[in-house]
């Protein structure tokens, strides 16, 4: 109850993926989602309107800002 928040893990079936947001060039929408380096299939997670929508993606899944790629 009182103790320290624990950071949430990356849950198994994303583990050994990378972060990546994908942004449409012509309407600028980003999507966020987990990227399988061996196939390059991407899985999409969430959209992402704006900086609180990036955080709780972060925050979920337990990504560090530096580690998300981004695609076009």
Do not use: H, N
């Not at 583990?15 to 309407?27: H, Q």
């Not at 997670?45 to 990504?63: K, N, T």
């Amino acid at each position: 109850m009182f103790g320290r928040r624990k950071t949430p893990e990356t849950p198994p079936e994303m583990a050994g993926k990378i972060p990546v947001i994908r942004s449409s060039i012509c309407t600028g929408e980003k999507t966020a989602g987990f990227k399988d380096p061996q196939t390059g299939r991407f899985t999409e997670v969430m959209l992402i309107r704006d900086r609180r929508d990036l955080e709780s993606f972060m925050y979920a899944y337990g990504v560090k800002e530096g580690d998300i790629k981004r695609e076009w």
